[in-house]
């Protein structure tokens, strides 16, 4: 989740603590829609495949990283 850690940094600065955690979730949200649209498509061949651990474990990273980023855009609010 490191790769995101300067686009957030960056957001924050050009866009204020809020709109820059929300600005970089929305990012992290549309990047976790195209990798599972890929396994989606992947996934969807004829031949039997079991899904790759390393693929969940990384879409559960960005997930959690999300739902913090949120959280903390939403408690700087209230």
């Known amino acids: 989740m490191s ?8 957001e924050i ?12 979730a929305l990012t992290i949200l549309t990047d ?8 989606e498509l992947y996934y969807q061949k004829p031949t039997t495949k079991s899904v790759n ?4 474990v990384a879409l559960r990273t960005k997930i959690e ?3 913090n980023i ?8 209230g």
């Open 53 to 56: 651990p390393s693929e969940i």
């Open 13 to 24: 600065f050009m866009k204020g603590e809020t709109k820059g955690r929300l600005g970089t």
């Open 3 to 10: 790769g995101y850690s300067k686009l957030l940094e960056d």
């Open 70 to 77: 949120l959280h903390e855009a939403l408690r700087s609010q």
């Open 32 to 39: 976790m829609l195209i990798e599972l649209n890929s396994l």
């Open 65 to 67: 990283e999300t739902k």
